[in-house]
């Protein structure tokens, strides 16, 4: 099977701690690695990470054992970045084995065209400064600039200032609205510019909302929900169904939607 987790923010504590959330990930790593085709991570996995040459963030390490163990054994975990891990790269690669995706990608599973992204820059009406500011940051050439002159503890400081900034700026329930959520409007926006590719799944992290939602008879969208407060993750069957199910309970969500604080 497939399986699809984001929005884990390791490094911050909310209900559970950073600790204790990344034991649990672990475990449930564990179980999905028992038959996992590939895992797929869609982003915002940390809550800040930034890679220098030769200095990546301080903790994590029994996560990032894990993965190593299942990609040495053979399972392919697939990392897309998200807004609070876009700096990720050779380290997770080269050392942890994970594919790096820095952009939407559409993979074919079991028979199903799927769509994955983390959603942060999914906008159709996105304000020119908002964009300019997020071409910045997920620029190689800043990443560089930023390594270059920035001290590892002053960019991990800023990095959690920012992150902390973000976060109480957008203090509230994401509350899902159906046809108006901007990452349905981009689906069916991308579902009209690409006639040629029938997607059956659009997998999106990002709202914190879990929520399985039918746009018509040939696409779902589905929404991978978050760890902090309710741990969920997706997975696709080889019937080529997907649903979305509680951890640790494995139980599959039946409600419509399950949303928290993003």
Not at 117 to 142: Q, T, V
Not at 144 to 150: E, K, T
Not at 177 to 201: H, I, P, S, T, W
Request: some cysteine; charged content about 25%.
């Amino acid at each position: 099977m497939y399986y699809f987790a984001a929005d884990v923010h390791l490094g911050l504590d909310a209900e559970t701690g950073s600790a204790q959330r990344e034991k649990l990930f672990i475990r449930w790593l564990d179980t999905a690695a028992r038959d996992a085709k590939a895992i797929f991570l869609v982003g915002d996995i940390f809550d800040f990470w930034f890679e220098y040459k030769r200095v990546v963030p301080k903790g994590f390490t029994r996560l990032l054992g894990k993965l190593s163990e299942i990609t040495d054994n053979g399972t392919a975990i697939h990392f897309f970045v998200g807004n609070h891990d876009m700096w990720a790269y050779e380290y997770l690669h080269e050392e942890c084995g994970l594919t790096i995706h820095y952009k939407p990608e559409v993979c074919e599973l079991y028979g199903r065209e799927v769509f994955v992204a983390h959603g942060d820059n999914m906008y159709l009406r996105k304000p020119f400064l908002e964009k300019l500011m997020h071409a910045c940051f997920r620029s190689k050439a800043m990443k560089r600039i930023f390594s270059a002159v920035i001290h590892p503890n002053s960019m991990i400081r800023f990095g959690r200032w920012w992150s902390e900034k973000s976060r109480k700026s957008h203090a509230r329930v994401h509350v899902f609205c159906g046809e108006k959520e901007y990452l349905v409007q981009y689906a069916r926006a991308y579902k009209e510019a690409v006639k040629n590719v029938n997607v059956d799944f659009f997998v999106f992290g990002h709202i914190h909302c879990a929520h399985v939602y039918k746009m018509d008879e040939n696409s779902t969208a589905v929404f991978l929900g978050e760890w902090l407060y309710n741990p969920v993750y997706a997975v696709l069957k080889p019937d080529g169904a997907m649903e979305l199910r509680r951890f640790p309970s494995n139980e599959t969500i039946k409600e419509n939607t399950i949303c928290s604080n993003i």
